[in-house]
């Protein structure tokens, strides 16, 4: 396509192509940052399991449990299913179908919607509390920044189905769709890592820890 | 050095409608706004969060509000209040949420949060521009200086004052943290903050940053950022030094979650800045400028913002987890429920090192800059400047545990990471060994910015070789929490970072003011501080090596003349800074006005106008030769020279 028949950008004035460039590579740096993040917490998970200070990584006996792991795996899923949505909608705009885009992404919208609340459920019921011990607490926090995550991705395919509907994302300017799509995959990636880890790391493996007493002052 | 092509007509542009005027909500907003708006909903979140602990807790006693748990529960949420107040205040949401309704900003409302004819306004509001944005984290930087140079004189006094106690031992730990992680803060957007945001897009030949709002939007978060911080000498202040180490900041008193809260945000400030100036540096150079032809200033920042972008998440979710353990009762770091406070220092180190090169990458790359235009010839071996700047951004990834030498965290780690520690003086020497080939046989004009490449190698040099030492595990040993290191991280970061950054804003000053910095008062306030800076902190290697530990107010009287050094040397440099402070004033207010290129440099920041216009270039610039190219013939010269040549040749033929 020739720049001349190319749309260009209102504000700057720029061909959108030379825009959606520049904000994928945006979009690229924001997932490494992000990235970042997840391994912290995840290495933090790892790291307490691997260690079992004083023999307080699994939650005290009698009082508590280890979570369920089937509702990570279906929050999982349903992430997995809205990306894979979000991928299809945009491809089908690039067809010049709209129509899919603004189905796709109100499907995707709705089922991270049921994520999230799922989510929440989740946390609420936990058969722990925060103070419970490492494991209770990095599971916690696994589960907490996925729930902030599913909040955030529920803005932006809502913002893709809004702005489809409104004409601002067309067949020759749908960059949007693709970075919201570029960032589901992230936060699909994030999930599984965590869905794995609560699920494969549960019993640690260091049974003899030494025990350093309670530390009160 | 360029010629001209115009990319776009922007009247042919289809525009989105203009609902109301341009700029819309953000027409109200400003910094009055955000103030107001962050203190109403602070107090709004405090009392609903007091009244919902209260219900949950007990049903309304006013007793469990003193207890710890539902205390920060409330000042958190405090702060949570006064940040989304803030943001909201100044009109951060503006742009999302028309955003998600399907809304496009049209060219006049870009105009408008581009600040453009709105005189001083701007620096208030919400301003797009990198420019404005630039001139606002200049402000910011010296107003944490100005605090954190503050304590630091409140600091020296307690300690040369061996005779008495001026404060209480809280309150100095107090001063002791919060002077750190200001100076810190400080330290690390004094280059990246003003010079990257005002300077790099001219530099790379750009109208803007890549993504303007999100510029916008990083220097206000970090407005936001500082009163939670700044708050906690109110609340029982930062006792445990800037690392705030577990599980000592667990036990702190409630002061603690502002500094958390202020790191989270300050993150997010960080991490959105170095996407922008990554991507603007990648994407939006001008056409022409290959890489072999980008500023050596330019590499500098985007190494700085590499790191930045990829640690500074560990250091954000480490204060996360602490305010986690704080408030939720979890046990990230608390050993007696299964927590490591081992886990809290790996989070923090892996950012807590790779900030040294945060704050020195820019400050060196802008003396490497500027050292070309002051002494009229090229760049000595660019390539190894350039291998300089990204071996420091990659070793930077592996040397996080010489901080842990003395914690006993897995011991068999300490040689690698001493041999990784010690690997990384090599890069760094690339980069002293640059700025001395520049100036080898080079004829210098005095100027302040060169006094400041002196200052940087002298004082850069003492930081090294002492920083050698301590990343070796035996010496570590005895130096390790001594006043050595004290010392030896004030010549790296004061010493390098900061007296580089002096010059290099003294060297765009006229670029980003229009004016002339005034040399005369710049230069007596610079090698005032310089010397007061080499008495106080030589004094300070004095007392290390006699064996005084970091962070006591009392001391052996072995130790009292060390300090008394140190103390008059730290008020000289106090009154170095309050002159060089005043130079800048003076030069602002009404300083003589400066030309577009006022010390004939070749880089694209140079080459327009004075003030710089609305859209930086009124066309955008093509390049076609190197940014150091002085004393060296131009090729298309020489070229035409070739062409004239040849023509007489032949005519002489011709007539022959």
Same mark, same amino acid.
Not at chain 1, 182 to 187: E, I
Not at chain 2, 108 to 113: G, I, L, P, T
């Given at each position: 396509?020739?720049?001349a028949?190319?749309?260009?950008?209102?504000?700057?004035?720029?061909t959108?192509?030379?825009?959606?460039?520049?904000?994928?590579?945006g979009? #690229?740096?924001?997932?490494?940052?992000?990235s970042?993040?997840?391994?912290a917490?995840?290495?933090?998970?790892?790291?307490?399991?691997?260690?079992?200070?004083?023999?307080?990584?699994a939650?005290?006996?009698?009082t508590?449990?280890?979570?369920?792991? #089937?509702?990570?795996?279906?929050?999982?899923t349903?992430?997995?299913?809205?990306?894979?949505l979000?991928?299809?909608?945009?491809?089908?705009?690039?067809?010049?179908?709209?129509?899919?885009l603004?189905?796709?992404?109100?499907?995707?919208?709705?089922?991270?919607?049921?994520?999230?609340?799922?989510?929440v459920?989740?946390?609420?019921?936990?058969?722990?509390?925060?103070q419970?011990?490492?494991?209770?607490?990095?599971?916690?926090?696994?589960?907490?920044?996925?729930?902030? #995550?599913?909040?955030m991705?529920?803005?932006?395919?809502?913002?893709?189905?809004?702005?489809?509907?409104?004409?601002?994302?067309?067949?020759?300017?749908?960059?949007?769709?693709?970075?919201?799509a570029?960032?589901?995959?992230?936060?699909c990636?994030?999930?599984?890592?965590?869905?794995?880890?609560?699920?494969?790391?549960q019993?640690?493996?260091?049974?003899?820890?030494?025990v350093?007493?309670?530390?009160?002052? | 050095?360029?010629?001209?092509?115009a990319?776009?007509?922007?009247?042919?542009?289809?525009?989105?409608r203009?609902?109301?005027k341009?700029?819309?909500f953000?027409?109200r907003?400003?910094?009055?706004?955000?103030?107001?708006?962050?203190?109403v909903?602070?107090?709004? +979140?405090?009392?609903?969060?007091?009244?919902?602990?209260?219900a949950?807790?007990?049903?309304?006693?006013?007793?469990?509000?003193?207890?710890?748990?539902?205390?920060?529960?409330?000042?958190?949420?405090?702060?949570?209040?006064?940040?989304?107040?803030?943001?909201?205040?100044?009109g951060?949401?503006a742009?999302?949420?028309?955003? /998600?309704?399907?809304?496009d900003l049209?060219y006049?409302?870009?105009?408008?949060?581009a600040?453009?004819?709105?005189?001083?306004?701007?620096f208030?509001?919400?301003?797009?521009?990198?420019?404005?944005?630039?001139?606002?984290?200049?402000?910011?930087?010296?107003v944490?200086?100005?605090?954190?140079?503050?304590?630091?004189?409140?600091?020296?006094?307690e300690?040369g004052?061996?005779?008495?106690?001026? +404060?209480?031992p809280?309150?100095?730990?107090?001063?002791?943290?919060?002077?750190?992680?200001?100076?810190i803060?400080?330290?690390?957007i004094?280059?990246?903050?003003?010079?990257?945001?005002?300077?790099?897009p001219?530099?790379?030949?750009?109208?803007?940053?890549? /993504?303007?709002?999100?510029?916008?939007?990083?220097?206000w978060?970090?407005?936001?950022?500082?009163?939670?911080?700044v708050?906690?000498l109110?609340m029982g202040?930062?006792?445990?030094?800037?690392?705030?180490?577990?599980?000592?900041?667990?036990?702190?008193?409630?002061?603690?979650?502002?500094?958390q809260?202020?790191?989270?945000?300050?993150?997010?400030?960080?991490?959105?800045?170095?996407?922008?100036?990554?991507?603007t540096?990648?994407?939006?150079?001008?056409?022409g400028?290959t890489?072999?032809?980008?500023?050596?200033f330019?590499y500098?920042?985007?190494?700085?913002?590499?790191?930045?972008?990829v640690?500074?998440?560990?250091?954000?979710?480490?204060q996360?987890?602490?305010?986690?353990?704080?408030?939720?009762?979890?046990?990230?770091?608390?050993?007696a429920?299964?927590?490591?406070?081992?886990?809290?220092?790996?989070?923090?180190?892996?950012l807590g090192?790779?900030?040294?090169?945060?704050?020195?990458?820019?400050?060196?790359?802008?003396?490497l800059?500027?050292?070309?235009?002051?002494?009229?010839?090229?760049l000595?071996?660019?390539?190894?400047?350039?291998?300089g700047?990204?071996?420091?951004?990659g070793?930077?990834?592996?040397?996080?545990?010489?901080h842990?030498y003395?914690?006993?965290?897995?011991?068999?780690?300490n040689?690698?990471?001493?041999?990784?520690?010690?690997?990384?003086?090599?890069?760094f020497s +690339?980069?002293?060994?640059v700025?001395?080939?520049?100036m080898w046989?080079?004829?210098?004009?005095?100027?302040?910015?060169?006094m400041?490449?002196?200052?940087?190698i002298w004082?850069?040099?003492?930081?090294?070789?002492t920083?050698?030492?301590l990343?070796?595990?035996?010496?570590d040993?005895?130096?390790?929490?001594?006043?050595?290191?004290?010392?030896?991280?004030?010549?790296?970061?004061?010493?390098?970072g900061?007296?580089g950054?002096?010059?290099a804003?003294?060297?765009?000053?006229?670029k980003?003011t229009?004016?002339?910095?005034?040399?005369r008062?710049?230069?007596?306030?610079?090698?005032?501080?310089?010397?007061g800076?080499q008495?106080?902190f +030589?004094? *300070?290697?004095?007392?290390?090596?006699?064996?005084?530990?970091?962070?006591?107010?009392?001391?052996d009287?072995?130790?009292?003349?060390?300090?008394?050094?140190?103390?008059?040397?730290?008020?000289?440099?106090?009154i170095? *800074?309050?002159?060089f402070?005043?130079?800048?004033?003076?030069s602002?207010?009404?300083?003589?006005l400066?030309?577009?290129?006022?010390?004939g440099?070749h880089?694209?920041?140079?080459?327009?106008?004075?003030?710089?216009p609305?859209?930086?270039f009124?066309?955008?610039p093509?390049v076609?030769?190197d940014?150091?190219?002085?004393?060296?013939?131009?090729?298309?010269?020489?070229?035409?020279?070739?062409?004239?040549?040849?023509?007489e040749?032949?005519?002489?033929?011709?007539?022959?």
């Open positions: 396509m020739s720049a028949a190319e749309s260009l950008s209102p504000t700057t004035g720029e959108v192509t030379v825009i959606e460039r520049r904000n994928r590579m979009m #690229w740096l924001i997932i490494v940052s992000c970042t993040g997840t391994v917490l995840l290495v933090a998970y790892a790291y307490l399991w691997s260690l079992n200070v004083n023999s307080a990584w939650p005290p006996a009698g508590a449990n280890w979570a369920p792991v #089937w509702p990570f795996w279906v929050i999982f349903g992430m997995f299913v809205a990306t894979l979000l991928w299809r909608g945009q491809q089908l705009i690039a067809r010049g179908n709209s129509r899919a603004v189905r796709d992404s109100a499907l995707a919208s709705l089922i991270l919607l049921l994520c999230f609340v799922g989510q459920v989740q946390i609420a019921t936990f058969p722990f509390g925060p419970d011990g490492a494991y209770a607490s990095s599971t916690l926090w696994l589960a907490t920044a996925n729930c902030i #995550w599913l909040f991705a529920l803005f932006l395919t809502g913002a893709v189905m809004n702005r489809t509907r409104a004409g601002r994302i067309t067949p020759e300017s749908r960059g949007h769709a693709r970075l919201v570029m960032f589901l995959t992230y936060l990636v994030a999930a599984f890592l965590g869905s794995v880890f609560t699920t494969v790391m019993e640690s493996p260091n049974t003899g820890s030494p350093f007493g309670t530390f009160k002052e | 050095m360029s010629t001209a092509v990319i776009f007509e922007q009247k042919h542009v289809p525009q989105p203009q609902v109301g341009p700029g819309g953000l027409r907003t400003n910094a009055v706004t955000a103030l107001v708006s962050g203190v909903l602070a107090a709004i +979140f405090y009392v609903a969060t007091g009244a919902i602990v209260n949950v807790t007990g049903g309304g006693q006013q007793d469990d509000l003193s207890l710890p748990e539902g205390l920060q529960v409330q000042i958190t949420m405090m702060y949570v209040g006064w940040i989304l107040g803030f943001m909201g205040g100044i951060a949401f742009g999302p949420i028309r955003w /998600f309704l399907g809304h049209t006049a409302d870009a105009e408008y949060m600040g453009k004819d709105m005189g001083r306004k701007k208030w509001k919400y301003t797009t521009d990198h420019k404005v944005v630039g001139i606002q984290y200049l402000v910011v930087m010296l944490l200086f100005g605090f954190g140079g503050l304590l630091a004189m409140l600091i020296r006094t300690l004052i061996t005779w008495a106690e001026v +404060f209480n809280n309150f100095y730990n107090s001063l002791i943290g919060t002077h750190g992680i200001v100076m803060i400080a330290m690390i004094a280059v990246s903050g003003p010079l990257g945001n005002f300077i790099v001219l530099m790379c030949g750009a109208r803007d940053m890549a /993504f303007p709002r999100l510029n916008a939007l990083s220097i978060l970090l407005v936001a950022a500082v009163p939670p911080l708050s906690n109110l202040g930062i006792r445990d030094g800037w690392t705030v180490y577990q599980p000592l900041a667990d036990q702190a008193p409630v002061g603690m979650i502002g500094y809260i202020c790191i989270i945000v300050f993150a997010f400030s960080t991490g959105i800045a170095s996407v922008n100036l990554i991507t540096i990648v994407a939006m150079r001008a056409r400028m890489w072999s032809r980008v500023p050596i330019v500098g920042v985007m190494g700085s913002a590499i790191m930045g972008l640690w500074f998440p560990m250091y954000q979710y480490s996360i987890l602490a305010l986690s353990d704080r408030v939720l009762q979890t046990s990230f770091f608390t050993p429920t299964g927590g490591s406070v081992w886990l809290y220092e790996n989070l923090f180190w892996l090192h790779p900030e040294v090169y945060v704050i020195v990458l820019p400050a060196t790359a802008a003396l800059e500027l050292m070309p235009v002051f002494l009229r010839k090229p000595f071996s660019f390539k190894l400047a350039i291998a700047i990204f071996g420091i951004v070793l930077s990834a592996v040397v996080w545990v010489h842990m003395m914690t006993g965290w897995a011991p068999q780690s040689y690698p990471f001493m041999l990784s520690t010690e690997l990384i003086s090599i890069p +690339f980069l002293l060994l700025m001395l080939g520049t046989r080079g004829k210098p004009w005095a100027r302040l910015p060169m400041a490449v002196y200052a940087v004082n850069k040099v003492i930081g090294g070789i920083g050698v030492y990343s070796d595990t035996p010496v040993q005895y130096m390790h929490g001594s006043m050595f290191v004290v010392a030896h991280f004030h010549f790296m970061l004061m010493g390098a900061l007296f950054a002096m010059g804003i003294a060297y765009w000053f006229p980003m229009s004016r002339y910095f005034d040399e008062y710049g230069k007596i306030g610079f090698w005032i501080a310089f010397a800076f008495v106080t +030589f004094a *300070m290697f004095v007392a290390g090596l006699q064996g005084m530990p970091r962070r006591v107010l009392q001391f009287n072995a130790f009292n003349v060390a300090n008394w050094v140190s103390t008059i040397g730290a008020y000289v440099i106090g170095g *800074m309050l002159v402070l005043y130079a800048l004033v003076i602002w207010r009404s300083g003589e400066a030309p577009g290129n006022p010390f440099a880089t694209l920041e140079a080459q327009t106008e004075t003030p710089v609305h859209e930086n009124p066309v955008l093509v076609t030769s940014p150091y190219d002085f004393g060296v013939p131009d090729p298309y010269e020489l070229e035409d020279e070739e062409l004239i040549r040849e023509a040749g032949a005519s002489k033929v011709g007539a022959s």
